[in-house]
C-alpha cells in the first residue's frame, strides 16, 4: 500500500495550494481519508478528514473555512484545497487511510495507511 502525497510548496501568505494523495494498493472507497499536519517543532496534528462514502467532513478549527478536502473515487485520490494560507499553515502535510468498518475519526490511532508527507511553506 502507498499514498503519495503531493503538491506542496513555497507560497505567499493568503495564496493557495492544492495537495493530492494518490493511492495504489487499497481503494479508497473503502477508506475514509484524511490529513494531518506536523509544523516544526510540533506534534502532528489533525488537519481533514472525508468519510468514505463523501458525506462526512471533518476540519480542525484552524483550518476551517480555509481548507476543503475532496475525494475522487474514480482516480483513487484525495484533494486537500488550502486557501487563505497562512504563516501558521507551515508543516509536513500527510494524507492517511482508514477502513470504513471504523468509525470516522480525527484521531491519528484510528488510521491504517500513511502517507510520505509533503512540505508547505507559507511566508509572511
Known amino acids: 500500500v502507498q499514498l503519495q502525497a503531493c503538491g506542496g510548496g513555497l507560497v505567499q501568505a493568503g495564496g493557495s495550494l492544492r495537495l493530492s494523495c494518490a493511492a495504489s494498493?487499497?481503494?479508497?472507497?473503502?477508506?475514509?481519508m484524511g490529513w494531518f499536519r506536523q509544523a516544526p517543532g510540533k506534534e502532528r496534528e489533525f488537519a481533514a478528514a472525508?468519510?468514505?462514502?463523501?458525506?462526512?467532513?471533518y476540519y480542525a478549527d484552524s483550518v476551517k473555512g480555509r481548507f476543503i478536502i475532496s475525494r475522487d473515487n474514480a482516480k483513487n485520490t484525495v484533494y486537500l484545497q488550502m486557501n487563505g494560507l497562512k504563516p501558521e499553515d507551515t508543516a509536513v502535510y500527510y494524507c492517511?487511510?482508514?477502513?470504513?468498518?471504523?468509525?470516522?475519526?480525527?484521531?491519528?490511532?484510528?488510521?491504517?495507511?500513511w502517507g510520505q508527507g509533503t512540505l508547505v511553506t507559507v511566508s509572511s
Open positions: 492517511a487511510a482508514a477502513r470504513f468498518t471504523k468509525e470516522i475519526s480525527t484521531l491519528q490511532g484510528n488510521y491504517d495507511y
Open positions: 494498493g487499497l481503494t479508497i472507497r473503502s477508506y475514509h
Open positions: 472525508r468519510s468514505w462514502g463523501g458525506g462526512t467532513t
